[in-house]
């Protein structure tokens, strides 16, 4: 009995790591890849004040290879709007990043589109195994003297099995 219920906690852990999207493995240390996809929350805008008045904001979506030795290779980014529809695709073909380098693409505050569940879906990937890279969404907008700013990280999606 006590083999299972070890066997148990065992699967268990191993289902918490997976469920979190961690890259990591199973000592916490974090786990080299060949490649992602992965989601990045983003708002082309927010609500404001009490009558929920639309604060427009610059976003930019910026991709941070942070292998210090390996280049990855970024081979999607996608603009989505807030019902998940494709806006935009910011890539015409695939980009190395060569170590510690970064890409950035930016939606001005004018395209009003995204709104506020806006996302960016970033696909990577690599010859060798490399640190994945930071992938951040920025925000940045002001209104009659008033500013904001904010950052949201990429998560990491774990291939979903078909219905």
């Not at 695939?94 to 996302?119: Q, W």
Request: some cysteine.
């Amino acid at each position: 009995m006590k083999k299972s219920n070890g066997c148990a906690l065992t699967a268990l852990v191993f289902g918490l790591c997976l469920f979190a999207g961690e890259t990591s493995d199973l000592s916490g240390e974090p786990a080299l890849s060949r490649g992602q996809k992965i989601y990045v929350p983003a708002y082309s805008h927010i609500y404001a004040g009490d009558r929920e008045s639309k604060f427009l904001l610059t976003v930019t979506v910026s991709v941070r290879n942070i292998d210090p030795a390996r280049s990855i290779r970024i081979t999607n980014i996608a603009y989505y709007e807030t019902q998940g529809r494709l806006l935009q695709k910011l890539l015409d073909r695939p980009v190395t990043l060569e170590p510690l380098e970064s890409k950035r693409h930016v939606i001005p505050e004018s395209n009003r589109v995204g709104g506020s569940g806006a996302n960016f879906i970033v696909e990577w990937e690599s010859e060798h195994p490399a640190n994945p890279p930071i992938v951040e969404s920025i925000m940045i907008g002001t209104q009659s003297g008033q500013g904001i700013s904010f950052a949201s990280r990429g998560q990491p999606v774990l291939p979903s099995e078909t219905p």
